[in-house]
């Protein structure tokens, strides 16, 4: 099982490799860093989700129930950490 | 319905009243219905257009639709040229269309596809002008939709079958403000573009420059009560700040599977709005919309006699006929789009649970990422050109942004080693392949080297359907 930390990292290296893959000007990573303002497209977070599906075995958002749409980062992570416990 | 009667664009929306009170707005500009009364966006100029195949290809939205306001039964046929037509596409839509004048919002427009004499300018600031909108053209309206070789289809309607699921005339109580996620020169966001102007309504126009959030924040500013996207819009709509900043009594889905999850997300965050999915495509038309909250349709809905539109199932696939559907295509491709009964095949498979039936994919592999059709064919084309590809099957993965992504499943000549380049390597320089020779959304998100990939005894790849 992942640790915490490695959830972490693990997403935000997702997000720098497929923001290198598709030639976008990634945004600082914060926690409060709004996806939407990151950058990257709908077609980028949708690889990012298809590839943390891959390494980390889950899909936060098909299997939460009532899980609200993250809206920053740092609710995107945590959507992954939780999903990971 | 006031455009049944054979009436022009102009006519209908003038006869559905209150032109002074209704607005189209774009993102930098807005008109007014009353301005144009008494103006034109096109400088008056319709005689030159008259009878004319034009091909609308302008960069804003406004400019597209103050045009087909105009020209609806002045032109003999409106080629609506979606935003991002591929440039080399141009010629061979301008012939099969028969376009013999251009409509541009350009300062300078460049010079049209050969063969193209006239061309006019249209712009948001409203010139004085008597035109004379009545026309005898029953107009062909041309949409653009992706085809199997990566050449567009053009899909011939006309503002009857265009409207057919629409009720004319202003309803009562307060007056839609309608938007939409979509392009209007697509047909989904064309469908909200009539029902706004056919409706009474006023209607808040996206832009391509646009964020999610600003277009949210300004549709929301202009008050909009009705508004449409796929589910891949809504799902980055949701995942806005902006989000709650339009308060709609109406959302509506289209274009794609609408799952459980985004219909509960969208009932959470608007739960004062009737919440609908809606089944269309540029061919067969509008086919219904379910407004219950549940993915899927009632199976009642297939089979029913003397319906406005009859729906059957047939070898798995949701087949349509109703006075919505497209008449023909265009450029002698794609073949009838009707069978011999009148029924257009959506190529959409079908599964029946209980007493709905749910939407499981499409026929041939065809793949919807966030509302844009993938055809397999011309992404395996691309892998398969690789020196070291024997074979290649593109596929379909589900994914909760965009509803599908691209994945490819690859057969190599022989063992990736020392000889011929390690997998890794091979990996990227496919990919590599497939950003130079393909639109963004085409090019696969993983690539799997497979040691076979599974052939019918016709020597066709097996392709699941959904």
């Known amino acids: 099982m992942a640790t915490t930390m490695s959830v972490r990292s693990m997403v935000t290296a997702r997000f720098e490799e497929v923001a290198r893959e598709q030639k976008k000007t990634l945004a600082p990573l914060a926690d409060d860093l709004v996806l939407l303002d990151s950058g990257l497209d709908s077609l980028c977070l949708a690889i990012i989700v298809a590839r943390l599906e891959d390494s980390l075995g889950v899909d936060p958002f098909s299997s939460g129930k009532d899980a609200e749409f993250p809206v920053t980062l740092g609710d995107f992570i945590r959507l992954y950490e939780d999903a990971a416990r | ?466």
């Not at chain 2, 004319?168 to 706004?196: C, H, K, M, N």
Request: with cysteine.
């Open chain 2, 1 to 466: 319905m006031p455009h049944a009667d054979g009436g022009s664009l102009w006519s209908s929306l003038s006869a559905a009243g209150h032109l002074s009170e209704r607005t189209l707005w774009g993102a930098d500009a807005s008109v007014t219905l009353g301005d144009l009364v008494g103006g034109s966006s096109l400088s008056g100029r319709l005689e030159l257009l008259r009878g004319r195949s034009v091909l609308v290809a302008t960069r804003d939205q406004l400019t597209a639709a103050l045009a087909l306001i105009e020209l609806d039964a002045v032109a003999r046929r409106l080629v609506l040229c979606p935003p991002d037509l591929p440039a080399e596409h141009l010629p061979f839509v301008a012939a099969a269309a028969t376009v013999d004048a251009l409509v541009s919002d350009r300062a300078t427009p460049d010079a049209g596809p050969p063969g193209v004499g006239t061309v006019m300018t249209c712009t948001p600031r409203i010139a004085s002008a008597a035109p004379e909108r009545t026309g005898r053209y029953q107009t062909e309206w041309v949409l653009l939709t992706s085809g199997t070789t990566g050449r567009p289809k053009m899909v011939v309607h006309t503002l009857s079958s265009l409207s057919g699921a629409m009720r004319g005339g202003r309803p009562s109580g307060e007056p839609a403000v309608w938007s939409t996620f979509y392009d209007i020169r697509r047909y989904g966001g064309l469908q909200i573009f009539l029902r706004a102007l056919l409706g009474g309504g006023s209607m808040v126009l996206s832009s391509a420059d646009e964020s999610t959030g600003d277009f949210l924040i300004r549709a929301g500013g202009h008050g909009v009560t009705h508004i449409s996207g796929t589910p891949s819009h809504w799902r980055r709509a949701l995942m806005s700040p902006a989000a709650h900043r339009i308060a709609p009594r109406y959302v509506r889905l289209s274009g794609e599977i609408a799952d459980q999850a985004i219909l509960d997300h969208l009932r959470v965050c608007y739960p004062e709005a009737r919440i609908a999915h809606a089944f269309a495509s540029t061919e067969a038309g509008v086919a219904f919309d379910v407004g219950d909250g549940l993915a899927g349709f009632p199976a009642s809905l297939i089979g029913r006699e003397g319906a406005d539109v009859q729906m059957k199932v047939e070898n798995g696939s949701l087949r349509i006929r109703s006075t919505r559907t497209a008449a023909r295509y265009l450029g002698g491709e794609g073949g009838p789009i009707a069978d011999g009964d009148g029924f257009v095949d959506t190529g959409d498979m079908l599964e029946r649970r209980g007493d709905r039936y749910h939407f499981v994919g499409r026929r041939g592999g065809i793949i919807n990422v966030g509302g844009l059709k993938v055809h397999p064919e011309e992404v395996e084309a691309v892998i398969n050109a690789h020196p070291q590809v024997r074979m290649s099957l593109v596929r379909t993965r589900k994914n909760p942004i965009t509803g599908a992504l691209v994945v490819a499943d690859v057969v190599l000549k022989s063992e990736p080693g020392p000889a011929n380049g390690r997998a890794v390597t091979l990996e990227h320089e496919i990919m590599q392949r497939c950003r130079e020779a393909l639109s963004r959304h085409k090019v696969p998100a993983a690539i799997h080297f497979v040691s076979a990939l599974a052939v019918t005894p016709g020597g066709k790849l097996v392709r699941h359907d959904a």
